[in-house]
C-alpha cells in the first residue's frame, strides 16, 4: 500500500518579520489524507500564536518498501524541583553514557534557543557539525504508526510527537543523545534520550513563561559518516510503533518510591504486618525465641500436626514416594496417593466424588473461576474468605455480595439480578467472627431460584458436627449443597485444599479450573499426612467434643469476666475495635505468654480489629481458664487507659 507523507508549515508576517505559529509531519495512508489535511489546516488557522496567513502543505508518495519501522523508546519521568534540578538531571543523564563534558554540552545549550533547527555537536570534542549552523538540522519524515482507521486528532499531542521524533533521531547512525526542550512559552517540560537509556522526560527545565527552545543532537564516531547521520535525520521515513498516548501509562524513574510511601503510610494507620518466628511444632504450647508461649491462634484445632500417626503415615510416605510429585496431576504428578485421598474426602463429605488442589485458596480461585461464567451471577456473603472474593474476581460472572448472612437480603437480591444461572457461596464457618452460615435457608434458596449452592468448609472440617463432618452434619441435613470446598491445612494437619461434588462437577473441575491444571500437584508427605488425619478423626470422633467442651470453657470464663464473647464454632472473636489498641494487647499478651493474634483491616472491616482466638482440642480446660482471666485482665488494663 502506498503511503503519504504530509508536512504542514504555518506562519505569518508579522511586523515585517516571519513568525512561524505551527508545524506538523504526518505518515498516511490515502484514505486518511482529507481528514488529517482539514485537522492540520484548523490547527493552522486557529492557533494560540496567531491566525497564520502563509501555510504550506505538502503531500508526497512513499513507496511501502522506503519506510523503517523502530520501537518507541521506553519513557520515564524525572519530577525536578527547578529547572537547575532538571538541568542537573540531564548531566547525570550523561554522565551514565560516559559523556564527560556534560556541564560544557548544557552550556553550549543555550546557542540552540535562535537555531530553527538542532544542533549536532560531537559529544566529545564539542565541535558543530551541522552544514548550516544558523539554521541547524531539521529530522522529518516521521509519525507514530497506527492503524488506518484512527481518528485525525486535531488537538496536537506534545508527548506522542516529542516520543516519535525522539525515537527516529536516537536511531540515526552515531546519535547517542538527543537533549530537547519546547519554545511553547506554557510548556516547560524538557526530555533527554539515548538508545541505551530511553526517553527521560524532565518535568521542569525552564521557569514558566520563558519563551527559550532548543535541541541537541550528541554525536560520536567518524566525521566522514556525518552526512549518512544528516541524510537518515532529513530524507529517511520512519514509522515509531508503540508509542504510549499519555506519559501516565509508562513507568516512571523511581518505580519504588510509591511502594515505599504506601508501606510508610500502612506502618502510620499501624497496619504495617510483620511475623514472628515459631521454634516448634504448632501445639498447645510452642516457643518463640526461647519463651514459651499458650498457643490460641492456631488453625490446628485437632492438634493433629504433632500427632504420632499422622507423623509416622508422612514420613512414611516420603519413604516409600519421595519428597515431591514432580509435576501437575494431568502430566507427570498424579500419584497414587492423591487419588486415594480424593476418594477418602469424597466418603467423609458424602459426595460422589473429590478434587485435589494445592492450597484451600487455590481451590476457591480454581472452583469459582471455573463455576463463574459470562452470563452467569455469583451471590457471595460480604464476610467471605479472601480466597472466594478472589475467585470472584477471577471469574467472568456478574458478583453480587449480599449482606451477612441475611437471607431475606440474598432473596431480594437473587430476585432482582433474576440470574438464569448462578452459584451462591459462603463460607460454612466464618473465618473471622467463628459463625456460622444459614446453610438450610442457602439450600432452598438455590433449590428456588435453580442456582447452585457452595460452602467453604475450611473452619467446619473436623470442628463442627457431632463428629467433625462439617456444617451438613452440624444442620442434620439430608442434602447437601452442590459443592463443599475445603482445606487440608487446618483442622486435618496438612495443606492441599478440595472440592467435593458430583462425578460431573468434579470431571469439569479437572479439566477447567486452572490452578488445578497448572500447578504442580501436592507432595507425599502432606497426602499421606491428612489422609492420616481423617482415618483419625473417623476412628476417634471423641478429639471433636474435647475441642467442643474447651471452646464452650473458654467462652464461658470471659463472660464471667465481663468480656461478651460467643461463637458456633473454635473461632471466638474479641472485639477490640481500634487497630492501634488491638496490636497494643496482642503484644501486652505476648509477653504474658499468650499467643493471640490481632486481625485488622483489611482481614476486617476498618475499626472492628479483634483479638482473634481459636480453641484446640489439645488444650487443658486450666490452661484456657487462666489464660481467659489475663486477656481479660489486659483488655480492661488497655481499655481503661484511653
Ligand atoms: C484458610 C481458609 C482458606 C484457605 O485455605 P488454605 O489452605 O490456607 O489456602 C479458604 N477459605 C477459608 C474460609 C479459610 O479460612
Known amino acids: 500500500m502506498v503511503l503519504y507523507s504530509m508536512k504542514m508549515r504555518a506562519s505569518r508576517q508579522e511586523n515585517g518579520q516571519n513568525q512561524h505559529i505551527s508545524g506538523a509531519e504526518k505518515i498516511l495512508a490515502e484514505k486518511e489524507?482529507?481528514?488529517?489535511?482539514?485537522?492540520?489546516l484548523s490547527r493552522a488557522l486557529h492557533h494560540a500564536k496567531g491566525r497564520a496567513d502563509f501555510i504550506n502543505l505538502k503531500i508526497e508518495a512513499t513507496e511501502p518498501d522506503e519506510i523503517t519501522y523502530i520501537d518507541a523508546l521506553p519513557v520515564s519521568t524525572f519530577h525536578a524541583a527547578t529547572p537547575e534540578d532538571g538541568q542537573q538531571a540531564i548531566c547525570k543523564f550523561l554522565n551514565k553514557l560516559g559523556i564527560q563534558n556534560a556541564a560544557a554540552i548544557m552550556h553550549e545549550f543555550k546557542n540552540t534557543y535562535a537555531m530553527r533547527g538542532a544542533m549536532l555537536l560531537d559529544a566529545d570534542t564539542l565541535e558543530r557539525l551541522e552544514p548550516d549552523q544558523e539554521r541547524g538540522l531539521r529530522a522529518t519524515y516521521m509519525d507514530a504508526a497506527h492503524t488506518p482507521n484512527r481518528q485525525a486528532d486535531d488537538c496536537k499531542n506534545h508527548f506522542q510527537e516529542a516520543i516519535v521524533?525522539?525515537?527516529?533521531?536516537?536511531?540515526?547512525?552515531?546519535?547517542?543523545?538527543?537533549?530537547?526542550?519546547?519554545?511553547?512559552?506554557d510548556y516547560v517540560t524538557g526530555y533527554v534520550a539515548a538508545p541505551s537509556i530511553g526517553y527521560m522526560r524532565i518535568t521542569r527545565l525552564k521557569a514558566m513563561g520563558c519563551p527559550d527552545g532548543g535541541r541537541i543532537f550528541l554525536y560520536r564516531g567518524p566525521h566522514e559518516d556525518v552526512p549518512a547521520c544528516i541524510s537518515y535525520l532529513e530524507n529517511k521515513k520512519v514509522l515509531v510503533r508503540n508509542v504510549p498516548s499519555t506519559p501516565q501509562a509508562a513507568w516512571t524513574a523511581d518505580s519504588w518510591e510509591p511502594l515505599?510511601?504506601?508501606?510508610?503510610?500502612?506502618?502510620?494507620?499501624?497496619?504495617?504486618?510483620?511475623?514472628?518466628?515459631?521454634?516448634?511444632?504448632?501445639?498447645?504450647?510452642?516457643?518463640?525465641?526461647?519463651?514459651?508461649?499458650?498457643?490460641?491462634?492456631?488453625?490446628?484445632?485437632?492438634?493433629?500436626?504433632?500427632?504420632?500417626?499422622?507423623?509416622?503415615?508422612?514420613?512414611?510416605?516420603v519413604t516409600s514416594y519421595g519428597t515431591g510429585s514432580g509435576g501437575s496431576r494431568l502430566t507427570t504428578g498424579n500419584l497414587f496417593l492423591h487419588e486415594s485421598l480424593e476418594t477418602h474426602l469424597a466418603a467423609f463429605k458424602k459426595k460422589q466424588a473429590a478434587l485435589l488442589f494445592n492450597t484451600g485458596y487455590m481451590a476457591n480461585l480454581g472452583i469459582i473461576s471455573a463455576l463463574g461464567t459470562k452470563h452467569s451471577v455469583i451471590f457471595s456473603d460480604e464476610l467471605n474468605h479472601a480466597s472466594i472474593i478472589d475467585g470472584c474476581r477471577l471469574s467472568q460472572a456478574r458478583i453480587i455480595v449480599y449482606r451477612h448472612n441475611d437471607m431475606a437480603d440474598l432473596e431480594a437480591r437473587i430476585r432482582s439480578a433474576a440470574p438464569s444461572s448462578g452459584l451462591i457461596v459462603s463460607d460454612a464457618v466464618f473465618s473471622m467472627d467463628g459463625d456460622i452460615a444459614n446453610l438450610p435457608q442457602i439450600m432452598k434458596l438455590a433449590k428456588k431460584y435453580h442456582l447452585l449452592s457452595m460452602m467453604d468448609e475450611a473452619h467446619a472440617t473436623g470442628v463442627i458436627g457431632r463428629t467433625g463432618h462439617g456444617i451438613v452434619e452440624y444442620y442434620g441435613l439430608e442434602e447437601s449443597p452442590d459443592i463443599l470446598m475445603g482445606t487440608l491445612s487446618k483442622a486435618l494437619a496438612s495443606e492441599g485444599g478440595?472440592?467435593?461434588?458430583?462425578?460431573?462437577?468434579?470431571?469439569?473441575?479437572r479439566n477447567t479450573a486452572r490452578s488445578f491444571i497448572f500447578s504442580t500437584s501436592l507432595a507425599p508427605a502432606s497426602l499421606a499426612a491428612a489422609e492420616m488425619a481423617l482415618s483419625v478423626l473417623a476412628a476417634e470422633p471423641e478429639c471433636v467434643v474435647r475441642l467442643r467442651n474447651n471452646t464452650r470453657c473458654f467462652c464461658r470464663?470471659?463472660?464471667?469476666?465481663?468480656?461478651?464473647?460467643?461463637?458456633?464454632?473454635?473461632?471466638?472473636?474479641?472485639?477490640?475495635?481500634?487497630?492501634?489498641?488491638?496490636?497494643?494487647?496482642a503484644q501486652r499478651l505476648f509477653e504474658e505468654g499468650i499467643f493471640l493474634t490481632a486481625i485488622r483491616y483489611p482481614t476486617v472491616k476498618k475499626g472492628s480489629a479483634r483479638l482473634r482466638a481459636a480453641i484446640m482440642a489439645t488444650h487443658t480446660e486450666s490452661d484456657l481458664i487462666a489464660a481467659a482471666h489475663k486477656i481479660a485482665a489486659i483488655i480492661k488494663e488497655r481499655t481503661g487507659d484511653k
Open 33 to 40: 489524507l482529507g481528514e488529517n489535511a482539514a485537522a492540520l
Open 165 to 185: 521524533l525522539a525515537s527516529k533521531v536516537v536511531h540515526a547512525p552515531h546519535i547517542i543523545a538527543e537533549i530537547c526542550m519546547s519554545d511553547d512559552p
Open 260 to 317: 515505599k510511601k504506601n508501606l510508610e503510610q500502612r506502618q502510620r494507620a499501624k497496619l504495617y504486618r510483620k511475623m514472628k518466628t515459631i521454634d516448634t511444632p504448632q501445639c498447645a504450647h510452642i516457643a518463640v525465641k526461647g519463651q514459651d508461649l499458650l498457643m490460641l491462634a492456631s488453625n490446628n484445632y485437632l492438634g493433629l500436626i504433632d500427632e504420632a500417626r499422622v507423623k509416622a503415615a508422612a514420613i512414611s510416605a
Open 498 to 509: 478440595f472440592a467435593c461434588g458430583s462425578q460431573l462437577l468434579i470431571n469439569y473441575l
Open 557 to 585: 470464663t470471659l463472660n464471667e469476666e465481663g468480656i461478651s464473647v460467643k461463637t458456633d464454632s473454635a473461632i471466638i472473636p474479641i472485639l477490640i475495635g481500634d487497630e492501634g489498641r488491638a496490636m497494643d494487647i
